[in-house]
């Protein structure tokens, strides 16, 4: 629930644009089920033997006729077993494709480092802090924007403050996941927590709105980041069918934070707006610290030069272009101007232009692609992201049309709103776990997927029927109904698409599918309004043009401004026909996610063939690292005698 645009309902987390109200949607927390192999970090232009039992970085392993994984008996000396390289594809590697040829030109470490519980409940504990604040920060803004633009006098700039963190933390989504492979995931994870706190430091001590909304686009370049990689750093060190239980806990993170967002950004706003951004400070310092000290990810070979070099420089410059120019495109159209604007068509069509270059540069051009194109002819990679674009739409219309259609027709406030919202959370969250728990015990998970659909379809399809007398429990009714689908469906969705791809794809899938989800539903969001706002005005013909764009630019009004009764009711009821057509148009995104999981999701096996060795490599790994760092202290220790017994000669 971010900030509602201008002229919308400003008193709660109702009627934002559809960019201010994106950062909700990206603190749903991503999984990922493999990890890149192990593969040296420079580039390779040799032709292997026919008999190389290394997997080329395509995905395809040499041939061989042992069907065990590959590398397991490569001794120790010449390198440790805990770098060598397994094909874990489940049989669903296709042929070389055009992109997956050039993509094998260069080669990336293995970061996958499977820890013991102890350590992993150390790290996941510092992660789930930073994942916390991250989405904390995303919704804190909401409730406290009133009070932020009248300290600055700045009410016409209000809606960047929420636009700008969207804008940065979405653009940059796709660029985290290859640059975790490249230059390694503590590295990127410690440079977006430092970049969010900086961004945070700054907010706090903001002069102006000008100066603010660009600290919290700073911000939003960190905590995009941080939403990532906590999923991918998960994936690397818990094993595929443990992965569940963790990301479960995970999913009580975000509904945690969402919820308490606007809760906890009114309370302080009402002492002072700058402790929405001061109260992050310490959280992410602890998290930070926690990261360098705690997290034992494996280090990524290669100097500088030879990581700068890999990096997709013109895809990077397209993504963010196209993304930025999309993302105000879909702000702008509707709320800020007319659909039919030059401005608006301008950036849209430029916006799509640069995603086919994009597209193209990617399968076509670079050799290592940013988002590489053969996942995309994956039949449930494919599924899944346009099952996540069709979720994160619904998720929306869900976060900001209920406290909407509570506001308008019932009167409520907009605190008393949001708290409506608590138990559409609260049920994804502990389904969410349940559901990440009970794919760990039993290894499957498209039931899950298909029944949460199945469910998260009938709690939409009711709230579709929402009338004027509506009782309120009904609705939190139907919200409780559909927030136990969409907790079905939360984790596991990526669970499919991870165990579908090859280690090596982890880090990338799951940018994708951050970015995915976010981006479809900021533009189900922006399709929503504009169904809502032409709903109104069809039913509304007979009333003057100044009274529709009134209740328009402010729906709270028809309880407030000065009309007849008669006509109040009229207005009303125009109201809940346009929140039906609304729903209905989530009902239908809903239905088609449910379709695509029941005939083009794949369930394969979450068991890996070498797991247990993974596991023996990663407890081996952790004493090794301890062995040495003895050896240093003893070391060092044995340095210092001599030096103090001649100090105490003279």
Known sequence: ????????????????????????????????????????????????????????????????????????????????????????????????????????????????????????????????????????????????????????????????????????????????GRFSDIFGRKVCMVFSLSLFLVGSILCSAAQSMTQLIVFRAIAGVGGGGIITLVMVIVSDVVSLRERGTYQGVLGMVVAISNSGGPLVGGALASANWRLCFIIAIPIIVLALVAVILLLPLKKVEGSVRSKLAKIDYLGVALVLAGTVLMLLGLNWGGQTFPWTDARVLGTLISGGVLYLVFAYVEAKVVP?????????????????????????????????????????????????????????????????????????????????????FAIFSVGVGLLALLDVDTPTGEVIGFLILAGFGAGGTLQTTLVAAQNAVDRKDLAVVTSTRNFTRLFGGVLALAASYTILNNSVRNHLRGVDESVIRQVISDPTSIRTGPFSAQLREELLAAYVAAFRNVFYFGLAMILVAFLLTLFFLEELPLDKADDKQRKEEGKQWIEERKSKKQARKQGHDVEAAPAAAGRGEK
Request: aromatic residues 6%; hydrophobic residues 35%.
């Open 1 to 176: 629930m971010t900030a509602p645009a201008e002229g919308h309902i400003n008193d709660g987390p109702s009627a934002p644009s559809p960019v201010d109200a994106a950062a909700a949607l990206s603190s749903s927390p991503t999984n990922s089920s493999t990890q890149p192999p192990s593969i040296p970090s420079q580039i390779d232009m040799e032709p292997r033997s026919s008999h190389d039992t290394r997997i080329d970085y395509d995905g395809q392993p040499s041939p061989r006729s042992d069907p065990r994984p590959l590398d397991q008996t490569q001794s120790h000396e010449s390198r440790s077993s805990h770098d060598s390289h397994h094909d874990d594809h489940h049989g669903t590697t296709v042929a070389p494709t055009p992109d997956s040829r050039t993509e094998a030109k260069v080669k990336l470490s293995d970061q996958t480092n499977y820890l013991p519980r102890k350590q992993v409940i150390l790290v996941f504990a510092g992660l789930s802090c930073a994942l916390f604040i991250a989405l904390l920060d995303q919704t804190i803004v909401s409730t406290a924007l009133p009070t932020i633009t009248r300290a600055f006098g700045a009410g016409a700039d209000a809606s960047w403050l929420s636009t700008s963190y969207l804008l940065t933390s979405t653009a940059v989504c796709p660029l985290y």
């Open 368 to 452: 290592l692609p940013l988002v590489p194109m053969r996942l995309f002819r994956n039949r449930t990679v494919a599924s899944v992201l346009v099952q996540t674009a069709c979720s994160g739409g619904i998720f929306y219309l869900l976060l900001f049309f209920v406290p909407q259609y509570t506001q308008v027709v019932k009167g409520f406030s907009g605190i008393l709103a949001g708290v409506c919202l608590i138990p559409l959370m609260a049920l994804q969250a502990v389904t969410s776990t349940a559901a990440g728990i009970l794919v760990s015990k039993t290894g499957r998970y498209k039931a899950f997927i298909v029944g949460g």
